[in-house]
């Protein structure tokens, strides 16, 4: 991730949102639809309604697993 980040002078957050971005749709129409998030903010309300359907289990893996932070550790690229 951080040489994908610095070959696009961006932060591994910001590569992981145009990630997100990105695969959800290839269709240009889409896509701009997708980016078009900066015009409205979300209530506080609106926030914990989102925040309380978290299931706290990863889509990816899970941060919290010390067999999964070792096997990640080893695989950090500087």
Known sequence: MTSIATAHGKSVAQVML??????????????DENL???NFELSSEELALIA????????FFD?????MVSFLGQRRVD
């Open 18 to 31: 145009r990630w997100l971005i990105q695969r959800k749709s290839v269709r240009p129409e889409r896509m």
């Open 52 to 59: 309380a359907m978290d299931t706290e289990a990863s889509l």
């Open 36 to 38: 078009d998030v900066f």
């Open 63 to 67: 941060h919290r697993d010390p067999q």
